[in-house]
């Protein structure tokens, strides 16, 4: 028996691809970016002695600022993924990030999961303008959280001139509950050229809990250190500009 549900639904997914525009002639042209895996950038050249720490759910306040002082004490500067409904109440944290040399990007606006069948992305261009009106500059590089994401989430990110930023190594530091382990960790995996995923918070939740990440950083620092590993923001590991000329 035929399933009229799915043709409907068939109908309705073309129907919004085309609305799409940008997506269509993507996939006509052979330029859309439609893989289910392309986690987009995942680490930088592995023969120059750089890494990056990137720091994702905050702002989170004291803890964001925190973690970034940890940072500056051992000359290196982190990437912080900012859930973009942080910035309003935040604003004065996320500039002195900036100030103090440290790069931000682009992690949705209230960290939601993707919906398989959001074409148009919204939330994408929310966040950007969030960050425009807040600090002036748009990030160019976007984590989509719990770094999941659809060929239209990556479309969508392909047309704002953004590129997905992934990572190579994980600290699971947000399951985990010894510090020691949690830099053990780390600084197993890390190798030249690694992106390290860590959080400053947790989904964006004001107030969360990161004193297992703030007993960890010095530790992962001096490991780095010890290896001749220098931590750096993602853009420099990738020599290129973390905002885009316009918004
Ligand atoms: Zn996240």
């Known amino acids: 028996m035929r399933r009229p549900g799915r043709v409907v639904a068939l109908l309705l997914l073309l129907g919004c ?6 997506l269509w002639s993507g996939l006509w042209d052979g330029t859309a970016h439609l893989s289910w895996r392309d986690h987009g950038i995942a680490r930088g050249a592995r023969d120059r002695p750089m890494v990056a720490l990137t720091f994702d759910d905050g702002l989170n306040g004291d803890t964001t600022l925190a973690i970034a002082t940890i940072l500056e004490q051992r000359n290196a500067r982190g990437t912080f993924f900012v859930v973009g409904q942080t ?3 935040q604003a004065p944290v996320a500039r002195q990030l900036i100030e103090r040399g440290h790069l931000l990007g682009n992690h949705s606006y209230t960290h939601p999961r993707p919906s398989r069948l959001d074409i148009r992305y919204a939330d994408l261009a929310r966040t950007q303008a969030a960050f425009d009106q807040t600090l002036g500059r748009c990030p160019r590089y976007f984590r989509p959280p719990y770094g999941l994401h659809t060929p239209w989430l990556a479309a969508a990110a392909q047309r704002a001139g953004m590129r997905l930023a992934g990572w190579d190594v ?3 530091d947000w399951a985990e509950t010894d510090a020691d382990q949690l830099a053990t960790r780390v600084l197993g995996e890390v190798q030249p050229g ?3 995923l860590l959080h400053d918070g947790i989904d964006g939740r004001p107030g969360a809990d990161r004193a297992v990440l703030l007993r960890a950083l010095p530790m992962i620092l001096d490991g780095l250190a010890a290896k001749g590993i220098a931590p750096v923001t ?3 590991l990738l020599g290129e500009s973390g905002y885009l000329d316009r918004c």
């Open 170 to 172: 994980t600290g699971w």
């Open 234 to 236: 993602l853009d420099t």
């Open 17 to 22: 691809t085309t609305l799409g525009g940008g």
């Open 87 to 89: 910035l309003a109440e």
């Open 194 to 196: 690694s992106i390290v």
